[in-house]
Nanobody
Framework: QVQLVESGGGLVQAGGSLRLSCAASGSTFTDNSMGWYRQAPGKQRRMVATVSKGGYTNYADAVKGRFTISRDNAKNTVYLQMNSLKPEDTAVYYC??????????WGQGTQVTVSS
């Protein structure tokens, strides 16, 4: 059974950085693109960044130039390097396929809180 586990969140000041990790336990990734999503309280979950198996990336306008997504297929891990963090980046961050197909269930995510 394959599960995705997010880690690396925390509390940082505006302008700081965090590196999130998404690990697939028990198996390798599928051939689909992977993505990071975030959800703030009272708001819908939305895509932040995506990366294909071959390493091609795409970003939401709100994070472009500040966040970098990458993947290590050998380690079954997807990363999100977040720089120049802003209070509006505060959310629970999740990983999954992009677009989600239901192959992986949504996990608990990892909390990112950016203070001003």
């Amino acid at each position: 059974q394959v599960q995705l586990v997010e880690s690396g969140g925390g509390l940082v000041q505006a302008g700081g950085s965090l590196r999130l990790s998404c690990a697939a336990s028990g198996s390798t990734f599928t051939d689909n693109s992977m993505g990071w999503y975030r959800q703030a309280p009272g708001k819908q979950r939305r895509m932040v960044a995506t990366v294909s198996k071959g390493g091609y990336t795409n970003y939401a306008d709100a994070v472009k130039g500040r966040f970098t997504i990458s993947r290590d297929n050998a380690k079954n891990t997807v990363y999100l390097q977040m720089n120049s963090l802003k209070p509006e980046d505060t959310a629970v961050y999740y990983c999954n396929e992009f677009p989600p197909t239901g192959y992986y269930s949504w996990g608990q995510g990892t909390q990112v809180t950016v203070s001003s």
